[in-house]
């Protein structure tokens, strides 16, 4: 099968894969042939839910080059309503042909209604139902969005439809690929990872491949040094806003969000939400529908690195961290002075900086 990209375009998108797994670019040759050879890999059956159709979306929208037709077309994508040529009775044959042979990849997009299974019916199926039908005999279960993953909003309090991610739902080991939506950069190194390695990878707590989702956003984000410098955006419209200060005290959700966001970045690696002006709303989290709800509020009790068990807000954290810094200064100088490295330059005065005393445990500013 002939491919509409070019070759540079498809080794550039294999480099870019090893990078996310993790691996030297000795590997980029193997991930190329794994992707190459994939029309002899398992088929896909793409199950869509409870959801909006934006996990889908965000996937086939992707460019430079179109992930959405690297996988699409070298993977056999037996079954997806929105996308496939097959409507009504064939459509429905060639899913019970793929389900029957096993062996596929089942990606899995939108919540599950337990609590009320009829609340979502395909020709007379409940979604309880098909998942459960669909993951039987899957080689892997792919979830794609939070919904999937977690539940999302239609488990969002007071969750009339008793919704839940597919593994709550059903009991089942899934591949979580959260996002509201997932980003594509995030999904397709997931899939060429099964395909390379011919197995899972290994997960967080939350069912999330760690070697994406393992940091958070706090840790890569550009704004970092303003927030360790006690530097924030305190309104919107300001001149901190236009200096790109920390957006904590807008709600930023970074410090409490795993993912690798301000890495892979959004629309075709051009920007991020951060980037963009607007704080993380930890769309790649559990439950953030409730956790998150005001996506403005800042979030209490954040862990300051370098202080172990104190965990404070924005305001005590810039105070303190230039206190500490002097401090820091001064001990260094005291150190000096010390071993004789002020004795060229007598002139220099050492001084002592008092210890600064932080806020007691979980205080709020």
């Known amino acids: 099968m002939r491919l509409d990209i070019t070759r540079r375009d498809f080794l550039k998108l294999s480099g870019g894969t090893a ?57 056999s994508l037996n079954y997806q309503e929105n996308i496939m040529a097959a409507a009504g009775t064939q459509a429905e044959a060639d899913l019970k042909n793929t389900l029957d042979k096993g062996g596929y990849i089942a990606i899995i997009e939108g919540a599950i209604a337990v609590g009320i299974p009829e609340a979502m019916m395909v020709a007379g199926k409940t979604s309880l139902d098909l998942v459960k039908e669909v993951t039987q005999n899957a080689a892997a279960t792919l979830c794609v969005g939070t919904c999937a993953a977690y539940g999302g909003v239609q488990a969002m309090k007071p969750n009339p439809t008793g919704a839940k991610g597919v593994k709550d739902a059903i009991g089942i080991e899934t591949v979580n690929v959260p996002g509201c939506p997932p980003n594509p950069a995030h999904i397709l190194p997931t899939i060429v990872h099964y395909l390379l390695f011919n197995k899972l990878p290994d997960l967080d707590s939350d069912g999330r ?73 930890g769309c790649m989290e559990p439950d953030f529908w409730d956790r998150f709800e005001d996506f403005y509020q800042r979030l209490p009790n954040v862990p300051i690195p370098g202080f172990v068990g104190v965990k404070t807000s924005a305001d005590w954290v810039g105070s303190t961290l230039v206190t500490a810094t002097m401090a820091g200064i001064g001990i260094h100088a005291i150190a000096s002075a010390a071993t004789g490295r002020y004795k060229k330059h007598p002139d220099i005065p050492v001084k002592e900086v008092p210890k600064s005393k932080g806020p007691s445990e979980g205080s709020e500013d």
């Open 19 to 75: 990078a996310m797994l993790g691996l030297s670019q000795s590997w980029v040759p193997k991930i190329a042939l794994a992707l190459e050879q994939a029309a002899q890999r398992p088929p896909v059956v793409w199950m869509s839910f409870m959801e909006c159709t934006g996990c889908l979306e965000s996937f086939a929208k992707s460019v430079n080059p179109s992930t959405a037709d690297i996988v699409l077309d070298i993977i």
């Open 209 to 281: 491949p760690l070697f994406l989702f393992e940091q958070k956003i706090h840790d890569n984000c550009e704004r970092r040094a303003h927030f360790d410098a006690g530097r924030y955006v305190g309104e919107f419209g300001t001149p901190e806003e236009t200096l790109q200060y920390c957006l904590y005290k807008m709600g930023c959700k970074g410090p409490e969000t795993h993912s690798p966001c301000p890495k892979t970045l959004w629309n075709a690696k051009q920007s991020w939400c951060v980037k963009c002006g607007n704080g993380c709303i």
